[in-house]
């Protein structure tokens, strides 16, 4: 037989495109449509119905970006349509291949009731089946302008309702009732089902020209000219094909309704808001009509918001929750970065999350679901367990550059040695439409072949929202058991989960981070967003821990549950995987940097007010110190004393040869030469140069930053083949801040921008403080500090959440190549077997650390941290404007020296002026190595005091956790507060509060303490 499949394929095509989808809405008379422009921002929803409406037509422009129209539609079912299923067709200007990042609607009814949303592959709404004629018909639409975004991308204004254009974005397309032609939409669903399995065979494969051969009879079969007239018999010549059982041995996928939401992204907050209020109206639609439709939602800050803004949606999801369709899944707030988020911050992710879940639908969640998140810490195994779940789903690793990862279905073991059992989807992304093309390669791809046979699939319009359609469900019941496909099952992600592990027990294991080898920009972009973060999550941190205080020792002072639950959820939110990595538009960034100034105001407030009820009244300065570790003579955890402290050696200047000074204090000993550069810095006890020979620390570099894609995503390796050193200082200047500090002070120009650098040198220290303000107004540039370091390390260690991770400094295999840039908490150190160095820093979290060998022999290892990026897409102004970066560099430092610095830079002292007596720690922790990452009154109110505790460096450890007040008992709990059965049990509390426990390597333990009462 002569090869013709490419002509039979082609005439599919055409024959679909051009008569028998045209086709599906048949007879149609037009709406009537009037209009209302809202002005302004967003309306309530009674106010636009009430609104007055003026003329409209199809064809008419609407909607200058970011503005809102309302659309009143109505119009009456002919009375020869009777028996038939009417629907409206509803087009408001859509690009049909960008659903969720263009204009939206959501419909309603005269009374208020949202019905359902409109996109450009859902624009239709069912009025009546079967009709009976003559029904009236009155559909009210709240139309979004948003403005596309996603492409090209290239630099835009119209990423802020303040800075974008006021013409119309968009012309209304069809606003018609029309008879909804049943039989020819099976036949759409068939001929595609049919044409995305038929493509995907081999042309050698028997069972692709028996599709093709079945698919060519049912052309035949359509009357062009009455198509729904031909459908039936169309669809008779495919029923044989179509109903042919897979094999035994296909690969089995389970399908999961899904709508990946950015919480922020091409869009503002508000604007998610309304998304989500659209899809959920789509999604209980849909199984309103089918009750086999299973939809999973993430995100409790997204229910949550369908629950304040639109209370008659949010009955209707409970009520499906309640069906077991609508499946509440991940129990985290929102979806968020896991890279720069704090460890106490990601705890209360889960606690809020799943405290959500648990209260409004009585639902534990096992699965935690971050399919979008740009890499995954590898603190997170231990974490989730914590949090009560079991299984983690990602697939964002997919898109790694350089290494194809070698597992879907394994074990992830965190820092700690804590295993959870993860999927990573082989359908290689979380918006599947379930067709051909996708479940094929599904199959094809997955990597976990004779032991597992079973893969789950998200499917539905993501990103900006969609959700599911009834075209693919009807696709997932075409590919339930079909030969050549893989099997389609639509369920609970929970079901697949227990399928999988039953079946796969011994996965292999996968240990660290699940490190993306893209976006590696995140860590860098929107310099204030993060440093908000940063500075928010240690403010929290601080509150809660004087307020806890203050509750328990002073008579009437009430613990502010309520504000500082409101607090946490509003920081959480902006740790969304697109927010806080700084690759949202300039609307999101702007909104938070006003959002993090009100945080902060907010929280000083909470602190001022328990710690003057602690200090107490009179005019006595008392130093407050909220680090865990003891500071100038202040005990550490949370307590006070009053100032003056004990002195500590003065700080002394001699002037150097060859320009600049030198510094000493007892414990170090810098050299800044005249150009404001550190070309020396000597740790006195261990006597050894920090600093490599010929080099400068602290030195600031600029590369160009043009990335091939993503621009405030990525950053490419190919940065670094262009540098320029700022070794020019307008202005080098010292000073004296008498005998406790000394200042050099360096002024530099670059480009469009400057810089002031402040050397700061402290009596006691042994850190040399780097304070950095930067007028930065460069474009699609990349500023480092570099710190070339006399060290011989092979690999680097980085904070992470509760514990640290190390990374190799060399570039051996493709993996340690590819991190070239890589995120750190409060601090980077690297060190020979017996002495070391570290970083430390306020609010940076991109870092890369090289190696080098020197003439001399000798290895150079260079720290640097990246302070700020240029990108202009999304937001074309990225980080413009002036900053202020403080970091340190410590020489001869171990890595219990970088826990403790890196908490001091971060959790600055306090002083009041009160009474003069110290206020004792509400928690005290024996020694240095158990950290107390967070002391605050229980989440239940009942007055328990949580404590949250980790080893800190990776070793096994012993120590007491003593309580400032009388204790009753103490008890392990997980991150919702509940006891832990599995847990060994705690000691009884000594007479004077102190309980005894044991830590292995990066273990988190969480003590509920019980006062006596």
């Not at 006070?640 to 414990?667: K, Q």
């Not at 950290?931 to 007055?943: C, F, I, N, P, S």
Request: glycine share 8%; charged share 25%.
């Amino acid at each position: 037989m002569h090869d013709d499949h490419s002509i039979v394929e082609d005439r599919l095509r055409r024959v679909l495109d051009e008569r028998v989808r045209p086709a599906v809405h048949g007879s149609a008379v037009p709406l009537t449509v009037e209009r209302w422009e809202a002005p302004g921002e967003p309306v309530p929803v009674a106010e636009g119905l009430a609104a007055t409406y003026g003329p409209g037509a199809a064809g008419e422009e609407w909607g200058p970006a970011w503005g809102t129209t309302w659309f009143r539609l109505t119009g009456e079912v002919p009375a020869e349509w009777a028996g038939r299923t009417v629907e409206a067709v509803l087009d408001l200007g859509f690009d049909r291949n960008m659903p969720g990042f263009q204009c939206e609607g959501l419909v309603y009814r005269a009374d208020g009731e949202a019905v359902k949303a409109l996109n450009p592959r859902n624009d239709w709404v069912r009025i009546a089946r079967p009709a009976t004629g003559g029904e009236t018909v009155e559909l009210y639409v709240e139309a979004a302008a948003n403005p596309i975004l996603n492409t090209p991308q290239t630099p835009t204004y119209q990423g802020d309702r303040l800075t974008a254009h006021d013409r119309p974005l968009y012309r209304l397309g069809r606003m018609d009732l029309a008879v909804f032609e049943t039989e020819v939409w099976e036949l759409v669903q068939d001929l595609e089902v049919a044409d995305g399995l038929m493509r995907e065979l081999p042309l050698e494969d028997a069972r692709r020209w028996e599709l093709l051969r079945a698919v060519e009879r049912a052309l035949d079969a359509v009357d062009l000219g009455d198509v729904p007239g031909s459908a039936a018999a169309a669809r008779a010549c495919l029923t044989g094909v179509l109903s042919a059982p897979a094999r035994a041995s296909a690969h089995r996928i389970s399908a999961v309704g899904h709508a990946h939401i950015d919480s922020a992204w091409l869009w503002p907050l508000r604007e998610t808001v309304r998304k989500v209020a659209r899809t959920a109206s789509n999604m209980v639609n849909l199984m309103d009509d089918h009750p086999e439709f299973v939809f999973a939602m993430s995100q409790a800050q997204q229910l949550a918001w369908i629950k304040e803004h639109r209370p008659e949606v949010y009955a209707k999801v409970k009520r499906k929750v309640a069906d077991g369709q609508f499946v509440p899944v991940g129990g985290m707030w929102v979806e968020s970065d896991t890279n720069m988020v704090g460890g106490e911050a990601m705890a209360r992710q889960f606690l809020y999350g799943k405290k959500f879940f648990l209260d409004e639908f009585g639902i534990d969640t096992r699965e935690v679901w971050l399919p979008d998140t740009f890499g995954y810490t590898a603190a997170m195994p231990q974490i989730v367990t914590l949090a009560g779940a079991k299984w983690f789903l990602t697939q964002k690793i997919s898109w790694s550059q350089t290494n194809a990862f070698p597992h879907h279905t394994f074990w992830w073991e965190g820092i700690d040695g804590t295993r959870v059992f993860t999927h990573f989807p082989p359908v290689d992304t979380y918006n599947s439409d379930l067709s051909g093309r996708e479940m094929a390669h599904a199959a094809r791809n997955y990597r976990d072949k004779g032991a597992g046979s079973r893969s789950l699939a998200p499917f539905g319009h993501g990103d900006g929202g969609g959700g599911s359609t009834r075209e693919m469900l009807a696709r997932a019941e075409r590919l339930r058991d079909l030969e050549g496909s893989p099997r389609v099952t639509v369920e609970k992600p929970s079901e697949f989960f227990e399928k999988a592990h039953a079946e796969y027990p011994d996965a292999p294991v996968w240990a660290g981070e699940l490190y993306l080898e893209l976006h590696r920009g995140t860590y860098t972009s929107q310099a204030k967003t993060k440093q908000g973060n940063r500075h928010s999550e240690s403010l929290l941190r601080e509150a809660e821990l004087w307020a806890a205080t203050a509750a328990v020792r002073v008579a009437g002072h009430a613990y502010p549950y309520e504000r500082l639950e409101e607090l946490w959820k509003t920081v959480l939110l902006h740790q969304f995987h697109d927010i806080l990595p700084g690759s949202s538009i300039a609307w999101v960034h702007r909104e938070a940097r006003e959002t993090y100034a009100r945080v902060r105001a907010e929280l000083e407030d909470v602190i001022d007010s328990a710690q003057r009820a602690l200090a107490g009244e009179g005019d006595t300065e008392v130093v407050f110190n909220g680090a865990p570790h003891a500071r100038g003579g202040v005990p550490g955890g949370g307590a006070a004393v009053r100032s003056p402290r004990a002195d500590d050696t003065a700080v002394t200047v001699t002037d150097r040869d060859g320009g600049g000074w030198v510094l000493t204090n007892g414990l170090l000993r810098v050299e800044v030469d005249a150009r404001g550069l550190v070309v020396s810095a000597y740790d006195l006890a261990g006597d050894r140069e920090s600093v490599a020979p010929g080099h400068a620390a602290n030195l600031l570099q600029v590369h160009p930053d043009f990335p091939n894609h993503w621009d405030a995503w990525d950053v490419d390796a190919f940065y670094r083949h262009s540098v320029t050193d700022l070794t020019d200082a307008d202005e080098v200047a010292l000073t004296a801040d008498g005998p406790d500090a000394v200042t050099v002070r360096a002024t530099r120009t670059f480009g469009a921008s400057s810089v002031v650098q402040r050397l700061t040198l402290r009596a006691g220290a042994r850190a040399l403080d780097l304070d950095t303000e930067v007028d930065w107004q460069e474009s699609e540039k990349f500023l480092k500090a570099a710190f070339p370091l006399d060290v011989k390390a092979e690999r680097s260690a980085s904070e992470t959440q509760f514990g640290h991770v190390f990374r190799a400094t060399h570039t051996n295999t493709s993996w340690d190549a590819a991190k070239f840039e890589i995120c750190a908490h409060r601090w980077l150190h690297v060190e020979e077997p017996d002495w070391g160095v570290a970083v430390v820093n306020d609010s940076t979290y991109g870092h890369d650390v090289t190696r080098d060998v020197r003439p001399d022999g000798g290895q150079t290892t260079t720290v640097r941290l990246s302070l700020l990026r240029a990108p202009r897409y999304p937001d074309p102004e990225t980080d413009q404007g002036t900053h202020r970066l403080r970091y340190a560099l410590v020489p001869g430092a171990t890595v219990g020296d970088a826990v403790r610095e890196g908490h001091w830079i971060n959790l600055p002292e306090r002083a009041v002026t009160g009474g003069g007596d110290p206020v004792a720690p509400l928690v005290s922790v024996a020694g240095d190595q158990v950290v107390a990452e967070a002391v605050k009154l229980a989440e239940d109110r009942g007055g328990d005091v949580i404590v949250r505790l980790y080893e800190s460096r990776g070793s096994r450890a012993r120590t007491t956790v003593t309580a400032g007040f009388e204790l009753a008992s103490a008890a392990v709990v997980d991150l919702l507060e509940r006891p832990l059965e599995d847990t060994a049990a705690v000691p009884e509390p000594a007479a004077d509060g102190a309980v005894g426990v044991v830590l292995r390597p990066f273990q988190i333990l969480t003590l509920r303490l019980t006062p006596a009462r």
